[in-house]
């Protein structure tokens, strides 16, 4: 099965493809082992790069029926309508029907500012860790409590990695935006430090 491209992410089923496939699959180079440790990029094959502690996957969310209404033709057909990102109408209640549940986290980051909006800090967040069995179950208990649906605004996934042999560190973010007529804007940022 083919890696997709950061172009591809058009829905949130491709998304989930993306992270799996493309992420997962770069990061924990040796799929044969469930519990393989995370090396950084397949292709390397000395093994230079790693990834360093913990990726975070943070995701923003907007509150049912603000910035929003529904015309009288599609009332009956929807229960709710999912407006534009503001931080006024950011979502930060649990998600999910039964433990352990997706929870809301603020932090004292800076704000994102983004092509469809400016993101604050903070959001629903899940880390994925040193092998591909724990980050595989990490997606698949975030796909159960829906942390990707209608609702999402903004996803952010993190990485960061060390080239021993050069002695440099990156800080990777994946950018995913979603308009609420469901159109994806996607980036992605690597930042090379000494």
Known sequence: MDRPHIDAVRSIDNLYTYI???IFDGIYIDEKMANSTAKFLPLDIKNYNVMLGRGRIRTLRVIPNMGCQLSPQYRAKFANC???YDQNNEASESLGAKPPMVTYTTSDNVDYEGEVATYSPNG??????????????????VRMQEMFDVATRA????INVANTNLQFYGAIKI???????GKF???????VLT
């Not at 629903?124 to 208990?141: D, S, V």
């Not at 996803?155 to 993190?158: L, M, N, P, S």
């Not at 950018?175 to 007529?181: G, Y």
């Open 124 to 141: 629903y967040m899940e880390t994925f860790g040193q092998n591909k069995t724990e980050a595989l179950e990490m997606l698949t208990r």
């Open 20 to 22: 799996n496939r493309t």
């Open 175 to 181: 950018v995913f935006e979603v308009s609420p007529a």
């Open 155 to 158: 996803v952010f996934i993190d």
């Open 185 to 191: 804007k996607n980036r992605l940022h690597f930042t």
């Open 82 to 84: 999912y407006g534009p």
